[in-house]
């Protein structure tokens, strides 16, 4: 059971992490914060030494949940050729669930931290990194099962479909046209089908 303390650190992140999310670091102001959560600054910081832990806290919970539900819709199929192609029909859908999130939590606070907020930015690294290693160990498992070409070079596939999917969030969200990430995500099945499924 949480403490009172640990509660009050959770609703804060809660309300603020859309906050930091569409708004950015910089542009997030305490008075933001205070307003959107009813609390007074001595109460936010007495919960977070700062505005960047409170920013890194915000930014793990948007990541988690997105993996969460990631790995909650892989969880339809055991196979993993097939847990790859609901890697693509999850993200079919990603364009409404981010909407109300302000973007992709990763794809908005890489941009925003690089140059600004260096420890925030190994977390944004930290957590592509996690991503692609996730995908890489996904077409390992399928080569051991001979599901997936065993010469497959399974890291190099991971980062392409990442890469893939990150640009076409971007201009998914740059163009608000979500034919960029369902055109895409057709492109990525396509290139399983004939590139690495046996």
Do not use: W
């Amino acid at each position: 059971m949480l403490t009172k303390a640990e509660q009050t650190a959770e609703y804060i992140v809660q309300i603020v992490a859309p906050i930091f999310n569409k708004n950015g670091y910089t542009a997030t102001s305490l008075s933001d914060i205070t307003k959107a959560t009813g609390l007074s600054k001595g109460a936010i910081y007495g919960n977070f030494k700062n505005k960047e832990e409170l920013a890194i806290a915000a930014f793990k919970m948007n990541e988690g949940n997105i993996i969460c539900r990631i790995t909650d819709h892989q969880s339809l199929s055991k196979s993993p050729i097939k847990k790859l192609f609901l890697i693509t029909d999850f993200y079919r859908n990603y364009y409404n669930y981010t909407q109300e999130l302000g973007g992709c939590p990763v794809l908005n606070m890489g941009i925003d931290a690089k140059y600004q907020i260096p420890s925030l930015f190994r977390h944004v690294k930290s957590a592509i990194a996690k991503i692609q290693t996730n995908v890489a160990k996904l077409i390992d498992a399928g080569k051991e099962c001979k599901e997936i070409k065993e010469e497959t070079d399974s890291m190099l596939y991971a980062k392409r479909l990442h890469s893939m999917i990150t640009g076409a969030i971007f201009m998914t969200h740059t163009m608000e046209d979500n034919s960029y990430l369902l055109e895409t995500m057709d492109q990525i099945d396509t290139m399983i089908h004939k590139n690495i499924k046996l």
